[in-house]
């Protein structure tokens, strides 16, 4: 079966500190994994994504993720916080066939 | 640079009522889904199409329908609204399998 966990589905952190939001999955093929960000009232948007090419993939904004086989984890992180990464950061799964397999999402307080 | 447009951002409907929420996107995708994010719940999917007229149910279709007569435009029919089916709709599109999904801006349902 297939499946995401994220957790903890509140994290807060001071303006400038590290940034780690959690993420393990389920998957019995090669996995694809996705970090999505949706700020208040808007849709997702893509962060970065791991498509087996390198394990620490960068994406945008500053973020990144390390792909673990042995840890089945795909961590998002962040070196500094700033106040405009306040947001729900969704972990999904892309499964066989076009389906995606999300994660009940986290939700990034940066307390000034 | 719009991509996948909702066709509301908010919508308040009575109960009983027939529901339509559209969804269009520009980029030629043959895949289009339709979710529902509640809090502590994530993203769950109602139904997906993936071609004309091709249609999926996903983990929560009851009391809702869907129309997908041309290929840009994905259409979520919900029959009898009822209060339980207050919630925020996401409409995405993805190219193929396991390619970045593009979400709409969401609609947020309020049915009384």
């Known amino acids: ?112 | 640079d719009v991509k996948v447009t909702q066709s509301s951002r908010y919508l308040v409907k009575r109960t009983g009522e027939k529901v339509f929420l559209e969804c269009v996107q520009d980029m030629d995708h043959e895949n289009m889904f339709w979710y529902r994010q509640d809090p502590g719940l994530g993203l769950r999917l109602i139904y997906f199409s993936y071609d004309v007229k091709m249609k999926e149910k996903g983990d929560i279709p009851e009391g809702y329908s869907v129309s997908r007569e041309k290929k840009e435009r994905f259409s979520l029919i919900l029959e009898s609204a009822s209060t339980n089916q207050t919630s925020m709709y996401l409409c995405a599109s993805i190219e193929r399998a396991n390619t970045e999904a593009f979400f709409g801006q969401g609609t947020r349902l309020t049915v009384v």
């Open chain 1, 1 to 112: 079966a297939q499946s995401v966990t994220q957790l903890g589905s509140h994290v807060s952190v001071s303006e400038g500190a590290l940034v780690l939001l959690r993420c393990n999955y389920s998957s019995s093929v090669p996995p694809y994994l996705f970090w999505y960000v949706q700020y208040p009232n808007q849709g997702l948007q893509l962060l970065l994504k791991y498509t087996s090419a390198a394990t620490l993939v960068k994406g945008i904004n500053g973020f990144e993720a390390e792909f673990k086989k042995s840890e089945t984890s795909f961590h998002l992180t962040k070196p500094s916080a700033h106040m405009s990464d306040a947001a729900e950061y969704f972990c999904v799964l892309g499964g066989t066939g076009n389906q995606f397999y999300f994660g009940t999402g986290t939700s990034l307080t940066v307390i000034p």
